[in-house]
């Protein structure tokens, strides 16, 4: 059965039995019902807050807030209670009471519950530390995009999304709409990337790269399944391994809550129609949640009308994802889980005849709990497989023909797990502690055409094992000092892999076999906060960090345009040494401003390096260049400036330049290719849910080069994106949102042909919320 067939099938059989989850046996002693309300400090109702009433010891059940604040509990029995209540920026509150037995009457205990805003420094993550922390205590560089920053986007991808951070860039500028997902390659602050990705890219903890390439598929997880995304900026390998180069990025999925339906739907210019939903359940400890999302697009046109010729077509896409998670839980701090989740996408790359399309399948388990002494365990185990093809052509000077050089097939297999365990000790250090293993089976076959006809079959490949173990410990020096001490140790084997070539008019066969060869790395970290008060703190950081080749880069060539991009097998680790001073001020309840100065440098950089250049083709092979260095500022601000108005603002300076290179001494100095200079982002937003929400984005990028000699410049550029939206009912809520309001035209890659950034892209649609 096709993916789309099935996500609908599973999606609104779950639907469907949602009001049968809810359904409840015979009460014993039941005495009445819990319900209230609640505000926020101006009185005003606080919508979708999530209402915890806890039976204890640990008999849990939840609500959520309806528009006008309100919640029920029926079928409350005698004993002692616990009611707790957050909702995305307001602090949590709790509350304890007693209900006592009256066989005779029935009755209703109200608990109003008024909400306070969250200073961003309380605000919970998991990322920074591998386990639960304040923000304002984590020993990095964190933002924190929740889910009403990611409503209140006009952009339709989460990668489009993440621009709005300060340092964050993609290899290519072009949006995931329409770009080859092998150029989805992510780094932060200036570090540069090719297809690899430089950081590592997370959901609920699972790698989300790319286990043969390390790109990101970012479609795979549902937009409206997403809760919260944590980007951890700096090198991170001292916890994470082989790709956190220059930071990590989690995509935190929202937990099954008592039935609730969300979706989004919306159509808009260019033939563009999306649809994405979550659904929940939770009957007692078990809980389940179904989430997916439909896509398609017809896109638009690469090249500008003066270069365009017969051989070129609309660049556009679609994809299904569908993701379904049950959970059990055994008290509030043990729970079980399954998870597993359907991906396939189809993409036109702008030209008749190329074309690439994937399908993967993913099951994630695991556990975690906490024990008597006060240990927290997490355990994940996960396995992906995956299909990708890939056509690859050369196109005639004028652009009116084109012929096929390569069909490609990429399989590949890999499968994990995660472990760590956490713990308060003495009140003063927090130990974090744990292990990973992933292991990766791919190859790339290939038909080789010459002649408009196939001439060859080259089938290259192997094996890839990592592994690595970290321990940390967060100590409270003093009231004001903190000091964060981790490190890791890492090993990756490379085995099993050769290169076959077949001549199909002869038939001879020219294997080569590659010996197999490992290698470690041991990055530690050191971080010390100084906090003068709740308003004012200090961060000092030094770190190594490193990346291993990834079979993609070892064994894989492609194709853009009329630039060839040769694998080697020879390739070595990265290795990252860097340092960072950041401050944090907050100098009322309003405003909250972060600074943060960083110093990197990377030996053996895996970049693709210009072979030769002809007036047909551009040959380039990817070699560790030498020495890379990238230094500069980042800089945030958050001003809640009247009683529905906010402003998010951030600004980067990388100056990121080739410092060594052996191999071709006319590259020391340039800039490194795909990273600007200056990067600004801005957004302002009124957001008062009784009658209108809106906001507008604005993003400026500096100039870039697309190659390493620095011969292809692209320009700066601005773009805005804006949203709107106003509820109709307390049901159903309409929008409409657009990117590159003002039709910016902007230049994503020179191949050397020019391609083109996304035009205007208008949609509106609908919002449903249905909740208990």
Same mark, same amino acid.
């Given at each position: 059965?096709?993916?789309?067939? #099935?996500?609908?099938?599973?999606?609104?059989?779950?639907?469907?039995?949602?009001?049968?989850?809810?359904?409840?046996?015979?009460?014993? @002693?039941? #005495?009445?019902?819990?319900?209230?309300?609640?505000?926020?400090?101006?009185?005003?109702?606080?919508?979708?807050?999530?209402?915890?009433?806890?039976?204890?010891?640990?008999?849990?059940?939840?609500?959520?807030?309806?528009?006008?604040?309100?919640?029920?509990?029926?079928?409350?029995?005698?004993?002692?209670?616990?009611?707790?209540?957050?909702?995305?920026?307001?602090?949590?509150?709790?509350?304890?009471?007693?209900?006592?037995?009256?066989?005779?009457?029935?009755?209703?205990?109200?608990?109003?519950?008024?909400?306070?805003?969250?200073?961003?420094?309380?605000?919970?993550?998991?990322?920074?530390?591998?386990?639960?922390?304040?923000?304002?205590?984590?020993?990095?560089?964190?933002?924190?995009?929740?889910?009403?920053?990611?409503?209140?986007?006009?952009?339709?991808?989460?990668?489009? @999304?993440?621009?709005?951070?300060?340092?964050?860039?993609?290899?290519?500028?072009?949006?995931?709409?329409?770009?080859?997902?092998?150029? +989805?390659?992510?780094?932060?602050?200036?570090?540069?990337?090719?297809?690899?990705?430089?950081?590592?890219?997370?959901?609920?903890?699972?790698?989300?790269?790319?286990?043969?390439?390390?790109?990101?598929?970012? %479609?795979?997880?549902?937009?409206?399944?997403?809760?919260?995304?944590? *980007?951890?900026?700096?090198?991170?390998?001292?916890?994470?391994?082989?790709?956190?180069?220059?930071?990590?990025?989690?995509?935190?999925?929202?937990?099954?809550?008592?039935?609730?339906?969300?979706?989004?739907?919306?159509?808009?210019?260019?033939?563009?129609?999306?649809?994405?939903?979550?659904?929940?359940?939770?009957?007692?400890?078990?809980?389940?949640?179904?989430?997916?999302?439909?896509?398609?697009?017809?896109?638009?046109?690469?090249?500008?009308?003066?270069?365009?010729?017969?051989?070129?077509?609309?660049?556009?896409?679609?994809?299904?994802?569908?993701?379904?998670?049950?959970?059990?839980?055994?008290?509030?701090?043990? +729970?079980?889980?399954?998870?597993?989740?359907?991906?396939?996408?189809?993409?036109?790359?702008?030209?008749?005849?190329?074309?690439?399309?994937?399908?993967?399948?993913?099951?994630?388990?695991?556990?975690?709990?906490?024990?008597?002494?006060?240990?927290?365990?997490? *355990?994940?185990?996960?396995?992906?497989?995956?299909?990708?093809?890939?056509?690859?052509?050369?196109?005639?000077?004028?652009?009116?023909?084109?012929?096929?050089?390569?069909?490609?097939?990429?399989?590949?297999?890999?499968?994990?797990?995660?472990?760590?365990?956490?713990?308060?000790?003495?009140?003063?250090?927090?130990?974090?502690?744990?292990?990973?293993?992933?292991?990766?089976?791919?190859?790339?076959?290939?038909?080789?055409?010459?002649?408009?006809?196939?001439?060859?079959?080259?089938?290259?490949?192997?094996?890839?094992?990592?592994?690595?173990?970290?321990? +940390?410990?967060?100590?409270?020096?003093?009231?004001?000092?903190?000091?964060?001490?981790?490190?890791?140790?890492?090993?990756?084997?490379?085995?099993?892999?050769?290169?076959?070539?077949?001549? *199909?008019?002869?038939?001879?066969?020219?294997?080569?076999?590659?010996?197999?060869?490992?290698?470690?790395?041991?990055?530690?970290?050191?971080?010390?906060?100084?906090?003068?008060?709740?308003?004012?703190?200090?961060?000092?950081?030094?770190?190594?960090?490193?990346?291993?080749?990834? *079979?993609?880069?070892?064994?894989?060539?492609?194709?853009?345009? %009329?630039?060839?991009?040769?694998?080697?097998?020879?390739?070595?680790?990265?290795?990252?040494?860097?340092?960072?001073?950041?401050?944090?001020?907050?100098?009322?309840?309003?405003?909250?401003?972060?600074?943060?100065?960083?110093?990197?440098?990377?030996?053996?950089?895996?970049?693709?390096?210009?072979?030769?250049?002809?007036?047909?083709?551009?040959?380039?092979?990817?070699?560790?260049?030498?020495?890379?260095?990238?230094?500069?500022?980042?800089?945030?601000?958050?001003?809640?400036?009247?009683?529905?108005?906010?402003?998010?603002?951030?600004?980067?300076?990388?100056?990121?330049?080739?410092?060594?290179?052996?191999?071709?001494?006319?590259?020391?100095?340039?800039?490194?290719?795909?990273?600007?200079?200056?990067?600004? #982002?801005?957004?302002?937003?009124?957001?008062?849910?009784?009658?209108?929400?809106?906001?507008? +984005?604005?993003?400026?990028?500096?100039?870039?080069? %697309?190659?390493?000699?620095?011969?292809?410049?692209?320009?700066?550029? #601005?773009?805005?994106?804006?949203?709107?939206?106003?509820?109709?009912?307390?049901?159903?809520?309409?929008?409409?949102?657009?990117?590159?309001?003002?039709?910016?035209?902007?230049?994503?890659?020179?191949?050397?042909?020019?391609?083109?950034?996304?035009?205007?892209?208008?949609?509106?649609?609908?919002?449903?919320?249905?909740?208990?």
């Amino acid at each position: 059965m096709p993916i789309q067939k #099935t996500l609908i099938l599973i999606a609104f059989s779950f639907i469907a039995v949602i009001p049968s989850f809810g359904r409840q046996g015979p009460a014993r @002693m039941q #005495t009445g019902r819990v319900t209230g309300r609640v505000t926020d400090n101006r009185g005003d109702a606080v919508k979708g807050g999530r209402v915890v009433l806890t039976r204890l010891p640990n008999e849990a059940r939840s609500a959520t807030t309806d528009d006008d604040g309100r919640y029920v509990f029926g079928s409350a029995a005698p004993g002692d209670y616990e009611i707790r209540v957050t909702a995305a920026g307001f602090g949590a509150f709790s509350k304890k009471f007693s209900l006592s037995p009256d066989p005779g009457e029935k009755t209703e205990t109200t608990i109003d519950a008024v909400l306070e805003p969250e200073r961003i420094s309380e605000t919970m993550t998991v990322t920074p530390a591998r386990a639960e922390i304040r923000l304002a205590d984590a020993p990095a560089s964190v933002s924190v995009l929740d889910s009403t920053d990611v409503r209140a986007a006009g952009a339709q991808t989460v990668d489009d @999304m993440l621009r709005q951070v300060p340092g964050f860039s993609i290899f290519r500028r072009s949006s995931s709409i329409v770009a080859n997902p092998t150029t +989805q390659g992510v780094s932060l602050r200036g570090a540069g990337a090719s297809g690899a990705s430089r950081t590592l890219v997370l959901t609920d903890g699972v790698p989300l790269n790319d286990a043969f390439g390390g790109w990101v598929y970012w %479609d795979r997880v549902p937009r409206a399944s997403v809760d919260r995304i944590e *980007l951890v900026r700096g090198g991170s390998s001292d916890l994470y391994g082989s790709d956190a180069l220059s930071g990590v990025i989690n995509l935190l999925t929202r937990p099954p809550s008592e039935r609730i339906v969300d979706a989004e739907t919306s159509y808009g210019t260019r033939g563009t129609s999306d649809l994405t939903f979550f659904a929940a359940q939770k009957w007692k400890g078990f809980g389940a949640s179904v989430s997916g999302e439909a896509f398609r697009t017809d896109g638009y046109f690469l090249i500008s009308p003066q270069l365009r010729g017969l051989a070129d077509a609309e660049a556009g896409s679609k994809h299904r994802a569908l993701s379904i998670r049950l959970t059990q839980d055994f008290g509030s701090d043990n +729970q079980i889980f399954v998870r597993g989740n359907l991906f396939d996408e189809d993409r036109r790359n702008g030209t008749r005849l190329q074309r690439n399309d994937t399908a993967t399948e993913t099951i994630a388990t695991g556990a975690r709990f906490r024990t008597a002494d006060g240990s927290n365990w997490n *355990l994940t185990l996960f396995a992906n497989q995956q299909r990708f093809h890939q056509s690859f052509t050369a196109v005639a000077a004028n652009r009116n023909s084109e012929t096929i050089t390569r069909l490609q097939f990429v399989p590949s297999r890999d499968a994990g797990l995660s472990f760590n365990w956490s713990r308060l000790s003495f009140r003063k250090h927090l130990f974090v502690a744990g292990m990973d293993i992933r292991g990766v089976r791919g190859t790339s076959d290939e038909i080789v055409y010459g002649g408009g006809r196939p001439v060859s079959f080259v089938s290259a490949g192997g094996r890839q094992r990592r592994s690595g173990f970290f321990v +940390q410990d967060l100590f409270n020096i003093s009231e004001k000092w903190q000091l964060a001490a981790s490190g890791r140790y890492d090993n990756w084997r490379d085995s099993s892999a050769a290169s076959v070539e077949r001549t *199909l008019s002869t038939g001879v066969v020219r294997p080569v076999f590659f010996a197999p060869r490992s290698s470690d790395a041991f990055n530690p970290r050191l971080t010390l906060t100084y906090r003068a008060n709740d308003r004012f703190n200090m961060r000092f950081s030094g770190y190594r960090a490193f990346r291993a080749p990834t *079979l993609n880069e070892l064994y894989r060539a492609f194709r853009v345009g %009329d630039t060839l991009t040769q694998a080697n097998e020879k390739l070595v680790a990265e290795r990252l040494t860097g340092g960072e001073i950041g401050a944090t001020w907050s100098p009322s309840e309003k405003i909250m401003t972060r600074l943060t100065g960083f110093w990197t440098e990377t030996t053996n950089p895996i970049t693709n390096f210009t072979v030769s250049i002809t007036p047909t083709l551009i040959t380039r092979q990817r070699r560790n260049l030498g020495r890379i260095r990238s230094r500069g500022i980042e800089a945030e601000a958050d001003f809640n400036i009247a009683k529905y108005w906010s402003i998010t603002a951030g600004y980067l300076l990388a100056d990121a330049t080739v410092r060594q290179a052996p191999q071709d001494p006319n590259l020391v100095g340039l800039w490194i290719p795909q990273v600007p200079r200056n990067q600004f #982002t801005l957004q302002t937003s009124y957001s008062n849910p009784k009658y209108v929400t809106a906001a507008i +984005q604005f993003r400026a990028t500096g100039k870039q080069f %697309d190659d390493d000699r620095n011969l292809f410049s692209l320009g700066s550029f #601005t773009v805005i994106d804006a949203t709107v939206s106003r509820p109709l009912n307390r049901y159903i809520e309409v929008f409409a949102a657009a990117q590159n309001v003002l039709n910016e035209r902007f230049v994503v890659g020179r191949t050397p042909i020019e391609t083109l950034g996304m035009p205007i892209m208008f949609r509106g649609g609908l919002r449903l919320s249905l909740g208990k």
